[in-house]
């Protein structure tokens, strides 16, 4: 089972900020917080992960708390490309773990 | 570099068929994973090599649902009999080891069971 909640769906407008939160009240210390999209008809695509600090690339930031229990997803100007179902994912890195999918949060980017 | 390639891309078949999907992996990853998608819901794990050897099958319906990965390098999937409720997106990823790399996404198979 998925180890993450995130909100079914979101609205954002184009040029603005999309803030994307994630509740992961059980995380253990070693597991990172991964996030990825899938837009329609295609597979998921990984956007970001991180342990603890926050992260930032060329796709979006990454806001971790300071508890580790919760963590938002920023893309600082949504465009309607961005339209997608984002997920997030909390994984160990020991062994062969592999991703476990919740029902993601469906963004939808309005012009 | 290219990416993970998936075909067919669709298929439509009746119940009780079988149907076979293949898998060709991004060049030198190690670890493959199958995962099926139901509408609506997130994709759920179906297998996960390393190399050529399964790591984890545990949601693998063995009744119905085979894997393999000859060589190390690409992998089928088949499903003998087909139900309706096998009527959904199957993905292939890979990635270059398990741990914590990213995993890369081919674009699926959509399978449709009438």
């Known amino acids: 089972d998925a180890k993450t909640t995130q909100p079914p769906s979101m609205d954002c407008a184009e040029g603005r900020a999309a803030n994307l939160p994630c509740n992961h009240s059980?995380?253990?210390?070693?597991?990172?917080v991964y996030w990825y999209r899938q837009i329609h008809s295609q597979g998921p695509q990984y956007i970001i992960h991180?342990?603890?600090n926050n992260e930032t690339n060329e796709m979006a930031s990454l806001i971790i708390t300071e508890d580790r229990k919760s963590s938002t997803l920023i893309l600082p100007h949504a465009t309607l490309r961005d339209t997608a179902v984002y997920y997030c994912?909390?994984?160990?890195?020991?062994?062969?773990?592999?991703?476990?999918f919740g029902k993601g949060t469906r963004l939808s980017v309005i012009a | 570099e290219a990416g993970v390639a998936q075909s067919p891309r669709y298929k439509i078949i009746e119940k009780r068929q079988s149907v076979a999907f293949w898998c060709n992996p991004i060049?030198?990853?190690?670890?493959l994973y199958w995962y099926q998608q139901i509408l609506g819901q997130g994709p759920k794990l179906l297998i996960q090599?390393?190399?050529?050897?399964?790591?984890?099958d545990s949601q693998l319906p063995k009744d119905r649902f085979s894997a393999e990965r000859l060589k190390g390098v690409d992998s089928t999937l088949k499903i003998q009999p087909a139900k309706l409720e096998d009527s959904a997106v199957y993905l292939c990823?890979?990635?270059?080891?398990?741990?914590?790399?990213?995993?890369?996404f081919g674009s699926g198979t959509q399978l449709s069971v009438l």
């Open positions: 990823a890979s990635s270059p080891a398990g741990g914590y790399e990213k995993l890369f």
């Open positions: 059980t995380i253990s210390g070693n597991e990172y």
């Open positions: 991180g342990l603890k």
């Open positions: 994912i909390v994984r160990s890195p020991s062994g062969n773990t592999p991703l476990v």
């Open positions: 060049s030198g990853h190690a670890t």
């Open positions: 090599f390393q190399n050529n050897g399964v790591v984890d």
